[in-house]
């Protein structure tokens, strides 16, 4: 119980800077192997979705994320983070949610500050600026993510 209020006050009360995902963690691609910081991120709206293997939500809201990247106005730049699996386990969930964007293994030390995640899909909506906007538990409509991300849609 205490994980899904610390995970509620992530996604929905305290705000979030861009340097918290950015640069307090190291993240393994999952194609490449590589270590590194996301960095590169900052200064454009991210839209960040924790997956796991086996979540036919998790392929449904990668669906939803490529459509409002291209439909968007304003560039989204859209990341997965797998959790609950090794390194081939979450390449084969990345595989099947045809997710053509980046994708990384999160680390196990955000896992543990954010409380750890309940279920998936998660997303956490982030302005250029690296604020948190929003965060969501479960399946996230189209309508509801073009409303946050690209409001002149």
Known sequence: MLRQIVLVLVCCAMPLQAAQFTRDYQFQALRSQKLTNLSHLEGQPTAIMFFEPECPWCIKQSVVLKKIHKDCSQSIHPVALGVNGD?????????????????????????????????????????????????????????????????TA
């Open 87 to 151: 390194n081939l386990t979450l390449k084969r969930a990345l595989f099947r949610l045809d997710f053509p964007f980046e994708a990384y293994r999160a680390p196990p030390k955000l896992l543990k500050d954010m409380g750890g995640i309940p279920a998936t899909p998660i997303l956490l909506l982030l302005n250029a600026n690296g604020e948190l906007v929003k965060g969501y538990r479960g399946f996230t409509s189209e309508d509801e993510l073009k409303a946050q991300l690209c409001p």
